[in-house]
């Protein structure tokens, strides 16, 4: 029977989703939690697993396009006898059976559940052939360049899915390269990104296709072009619209505080040489975010939230800490989670897992949501101080510059120590000067000497 799955709710109040790029075409054979498409919300890239066992017969959109969470995605032919009226029955009769089949319990999906099917039953679609396997990108087909190939060979390209990543997928969508003829000439091995990188050199240089709408497909290529128009859409145009929402919604402050971090460096040296502890990338950035849960403690107020409807400040008893990271897609802040009940090592595996994930471009709708306190890390860009701008919903974000070596008063005399610059920007609805103030004497202090964190613990 022909079964569709709708666009489930990926994540709190995301009311659509873009395609990014079908893995499955209609023809092909599914399994159940099988990959059917990659989709760009306004927070993430999500991989849409599939609710069935069975053949795919229509896709609804194509790559590119937007869908709304509950529209129809995509259809099914599952194995199973179509419920039929018996020669003495009547149409009364049948609706049970019917209404027995739709309230069929769904499967369970990894990641998710939504209710994929929906009462409305479409007529059955031919299926295709072998050669419709590979989801092609319209737009990538018209404007990539394209070596002349034999017939036989590109036949036999589309005969199943190229094996590659998702990473991968997208890096020859962004040259313009069909995936499937770098396969054809590749073999059957996984792609990487230097086979894109190898095609699309030979084929025509450097070749960039920015995301356009599938009836109107764009290639620049950077040489012939005097200008490049990007369309804003998916994490950029999800932080762009909370970041004027927060600029004009909460008063800003900002205070800066300079700090002698010698010791600090000096315990990351000693603690990099600690055998037992070399599974632990412990770096600087691992010891801020472990001095500012410490000073949270101290100054609840940059914990909080201001919830203009109920007219209430909620002030949560936990530190669900923000890390901004700079990726592909734009800026994304995922979450620690109660990172304030974490040790040093434990906080640097949080870490480092964020932040492979969020540059993997797998960071999930729910690990974007609900941070209470931020930090960003300008240091890492050779930034020494900055004014951030605060996350929706959060009361404080610190920005952490850059370790240098500079002259600096120490003990009546003149000596190049390891200094940093701490920016806090703060809710002057929440936090006044005096608790903004203390919070970054609290970080200072324990990275200025880190054994003061035994008298904030």
Known sequence: MIQEFRLPDLGEGLADAEIVQWLVAPGDTVTLNQTLAEVETAKAVVELPSPYDGTVTTL???????????????????????????????????????????EKTPPNLVGYGAAPSSKARPARRARRGAAASVAADTAVLEAAPHDALPETAAAAAVGERPRSTPPVRAHAKRRGVDIALVAAEVGDRVITRDDIDAYAERVGGHVEVQAAPAAQPTLFTGSTERETRIPIRGVRKHTAAAMVQSAFTAPHVTTFHTVDVTATM???ASLKADRSLSEHRIGPLVVVAKAACLGLSRTPGLNSRWDEEAGEIVQPHYVDLGIAAATERGLIVPNIRDADRMTLPQLADALGALTQTARSGKTSPADLAGGTFSITNIGVFGIDAGTPILPPGQSGILAVGAVRRMPWEYRGEIALRQVMTLSLSFDHRIVDGAEGARFVKDVADILEEPGRAMLLG
């Open 60 to 102: 609804h959109a194509e790559a590119g396009e937007t869908v709304d969470v509950g529209a129809p995605l995509i259809e099914f032919d599952v194995a199973g006898d179509e419920p039929a009226t018996g020669p003495g029955e009547d149409a009364a009769a049948k609706e049970p059976v019917e209404d027995a089949a739709e």
């Open 266 to 268: 000096d315990l990351i």
